[in-house]
T-cell receptor, first 112, second 113 residues
Framework: DAKTTQPPSMDCAEGRAANLPCNHS???????VYWYRQIHSQGPQYIIH???NNETNEMASLIITEDRKSSTLILPHATLRDTAVYYCIVPRGRVQGGKLIFGQGTELSVKP | EPEVTQTPSHQVTQMGQEVILRCVPI?????FYWYRQILGQKVEFLVSFYNNEISEKSEIFDDQFSVERPDGSNFTLKIRSTKLEDSAMYFC???????????FGEGSRLTVL
């Protein structure tokens, strides 16, 4: 997978937007950016993915810079249940039938 | 909402014993995976499986490990002779054709004594 860099931890106040950054400066033109999260020892949970356009779903928004070297995951109204480790992953090669490489991620703490 | 289910949720075994971890992937998915997470460490890829054969495996997935889809619904991970360092949470995942996302189960915690 292309190398990604994320801050090890972040805090966010409940109800506020959580903006989680990720650098992926070695990303290639056809590689997607994926975000997963892991809530305390549960299985990782898919959040969103994108190629170059911004994406939004019911969980989050993904903003990818024009040069694609970085992205930001936005949780618009963070709740206590969003406390988790968030992983930014850029798979090299196919996703289905291939592998995801999980790094250390960003530990997000949402505080009341 | 469909989900990946895993059994058992927790298994304790003696070193050297064989262990089988079971997974029921989402029914129309074609790609199946095992990952593991040693306590306090990263989630690590073990193996991916498609069309009844391994499509990719990691260095961790040595001859002690095997996977099988015995009946078209279950997907199993067998550890032939467990070692202390096999103690971990094992996650099964599945994915569908054309989908970019993987769906993970809640995990099976294996403790080797």
């Amino acid at each position: 997978d292309a190398k990604t860099t994320q801050p090890p931890s972040m805090d966010c106040a409940e109800g506020r937007a959580a903006n989680l950054p990720c650098n992926h400066s070695t990303i290639s033109g056809n590689e997607y950016v994926y975000w997963y999260r892991q809530i305390h020892s549960q299985g990782p949970q898919y959040i969103i993915h994108g190629l170059k356009n911004n994406e939004t779903n019911e969980m989050a928004s993904l903003i990818i810079t024009e040069d694609r070297k970085s992205s930001t995951l936005i949780l618009p109204h963070a709740t206590l249940r969003d406390t988790a480790v968030y992983y930014c992953i850029v798979p090299r090669g196919r996703v289905q039938g291939g592998k995801l490489i999980f790094g250390q991620g960003t530990e997000l703490s949402v505080k009341p | 909402e469909p989900e990946v289910t895993q059994t058992p949720s927790h298994q304790v075994t003696q070193m050297g014993q064989e262990v089988i971890l079971r997974c029921v992937p989402i029914s129309n998915h074609l790609y199946f995976y095992w990952y593991r997470q040693i306590l306090g460490q990263k989630v690590e890829f073990l193996v991916s499986f498609y069309n009844n054969e391994i499509s990719e495996k990691s260095e961790i997935f040595d001859d002690q490990f095997s996977v099988e889809r015995p009946d078209g619904s279950n997907f199993t991970l067998k550890i032939r002779s467990t070692k202390l360092e096999d103690s971990a949470m094992y996650f099964c995942a599945s994915g569908g054709q054309g989908y970019g996302e993987l769906f993970f189960g809640e995990g099976s915690r294996l403790t080797v004594l």
